[in-house]
């Protein structure tokens, strides 16, 4: 299967689409740029905000389907689209470092599970931390390097995390009550000709789909065997995060980025940075809303 061109954005480490229901609209973020954007899936129109430094994700409040939640480079924001207004919701001292936040997800409580890592990357500089819905911060994977993909199964009571420089899905017993994870085993072993394991979704099956950095590709894999079922190919390298979306869930929007890519590449792979999406035969779950 391919993708095709959803929107031709250009950005420099797109990241974290998140398909938002109520405005059938994908929104995804620039990290580097400190961008971030919408797309309404029907008229193609597109708006765009800009911050004075790195946005790595999005979510939505639960509270009003108009509210996101921001994760910057030193917390978390929150914006309201009507009216165009942010407010500080959280500063990290964590991030008064080189570290800044990266990849997250809410789980069905609404708590915000964020993690951190080095802005070059320097291995176990980052931790995976849980923000409650009272703000309170706790610290649940360290050390990691690049903290990335995460996602629960069906019913909760699985918790699968990706620190990328493992090329490893992990899977931990999760107590949706209390929010503690107990590791359990290492699901899938990523083969490093694949690319390093970067964003993922997971569809009702409870297979996960993993976007792919320097893999050209969002593969679809059975945790509970570790086997690859599937391929979603892409005309770049750099591919980021999936996200389900559109009416019926059955849409896989995908963000790539430009980073890391020389002057040539860049002339050879000209849609790095652009948003895809590809047709699934298996709808996918909807991602939990941000109780904060």
């Not at 320097?214 to 945790?223: D, I």
Request: proline share 3%.
């Amino acid at each position: 299967m391919k993708a095709t061109l959803f929107y031709e954005a250009n950005c420099t480490l797109g990241e974290s689409p998140m398909w938002h229901k109520e405005r059938s609209s994908i929104w995804w973020v620039d990290i580097e740029a400190g961008n971030f954007f919408e797309c309404n899936i029907e008229t193609k129109k597109v708006s765009n905000w800009n911050l004075p430094q790195r946005v790595s994700l999005l979510v939505q409040s639960a509270k009003d389907a108009d509210t996101l939640l921001l994760a910057v480079a030193d917390g978390l924001l929150q914006f309201n689209i009507n009216k165009n207004a942010f407010e500080r919701k959280l500063f990290f001292k964590e991030t008064l470092t080189t570290n800044r936040t990266n990849d997250g997800g809410c789980d069905a409580s609404g708590r915000l599970w964020l993690g951190t890592m080095d802005s070059n990357c320097a291995a176990g500089a980052g931790k995976l931390y849980c923000i409650e819905n009272d703000l309170t911060i706790k610290e649940k994977i360290a050390p990691t390097t690049i903290s990335n993909g995460l996602c629960w199964s069906f019913n909760e009571d699985i918790f699968y995390y990706i620190d990328s420089s493992t090329y490893k899905v992990d899977a931990y017993f999760f107590n949706t009550e209390t929010a503690n994870i107990i590791f359990e085993k290492t699901v899938i072993k990523i083969p490093e000709h694949l690319g390093m394991p970067d964003g993922m979704a997971i569809d009702k099956e409870g297979m996960l789909w993993i976007a792919s950095w320097g893999g050209f590709a969002v593969n679809r894999w059975n945790p509970a065997t570790g086997e690859l079922l599937e391929v979603i190919e892409l005309p770049v390298p750099n591919v980021t995060c999936c996200a389900f979306g559109g009416q019926q869930m059955n849409q896989l929007f995908i963000t790539t980025a430009k980073s890391g890519l020389s002057e040539a590449e860049l002339t050879k792979y000209p849609l790095s940075g652009s948003v895809f999406v590809a047709g699934t035969a298996v709808a996918g779950i909807e991602k939990n809303k941000c109780g904060l």
